[in-house]
């Protein structure tokens, strides 16, 4: 859901023109062009927001698709004049907070795993990157909730921050504040694994013959 403006990431025409709010009324209508109106819109932000949670890319679809169905059984409740976004990332949390809670893996912190054999070129190449977006992922979980949400729409998903604030129900410099910290922390957790490759040891090395 990259881009600005309440309907970035929707199709084209008037559909798109109205605010989240409108299209749930509509919803609340049983107007199903609405509803997936809605589910376009906000698909990414919601997957972003429940892989904050889950580590397992399956759990992380299931859970996005949760969060819309429990979201269409809970639209009667809703309230239009209050914003839609905030209450729709309050369902996303949930949903992804009570799949860790039956797994028994809430406030687990993953460790980050020790060892590798770095690759200069050709599939160990790709195997490396594999690895280095693995550890990118490992480090997230070290992060406090909001600050990975806020890091995984901007800089993931390439939201402005403006538009993460919405969906998150916070303001614009709150998520400026979570997205710079958390480049920070990654950069601080993923140093080490960094820093110990050859490549870096070699570089040492060399600067130490000088």
């Known amino acids: 859901m990259a881009g600005e403006g309440e309907g970035s990431s929707a199709g084209s025409g008037p559909l798109n023109e109205d605010s989240d709010e409108t299209l749930a009324a509509r919803v609340q209508t049983g107007d199903r062009e609405a509803l997936e109106g809605l589910v376009r819109r906000y698909l990414r932000p919601v997957h972003a927001a429940v892989a904050s949670f ?28 209050r914003p839609f976004a905030p209450w729709l990332y309050q369902i996303a949390r949930n949903v992804a907070r ?30 490396e990157r594999a690895e280095i977006r693995d550890r990118v992922e490992r480090a997230l979980t070290q992060l406090p909730e909001q600050r990975r949400t806020a890091f995984r729409l ?53 600067h130490a013959d000088d």
């Open 54 to 81: 889950l580590p397992d890319t399956v759990e992380v679809e299931d859970a996005a698709q949760e969060t819309f169905l429990r979201a269409l059984r809970a639209f009667d409740r809703y309230d239009p004049t």
């Open 98 to 127: 009570n799949r860790l809670a039956d797994q028994g893996r809430w406030r687990m912190e993953p460790e980050l795993p020790e060892g590798r054999e770095p690759a200069e070129g050709g599939p160990d190449a790709s195997a």
């Open 154 to 206: 901007v800089d993931v998903e390439g939201m402005a921050p403006a538009e993460a604030a919405r969906f998150m129900g916070l303001s614009p410099g709150t998520i400026r504040s979570h997205v710079h910290h958390a480049r920070r922390q990654l950069r601080e957790l993923l140093s080490e694994f960094l820093e110990g490759s050859p490549k870096s040891s070699n570089e040492s090395g060399g």
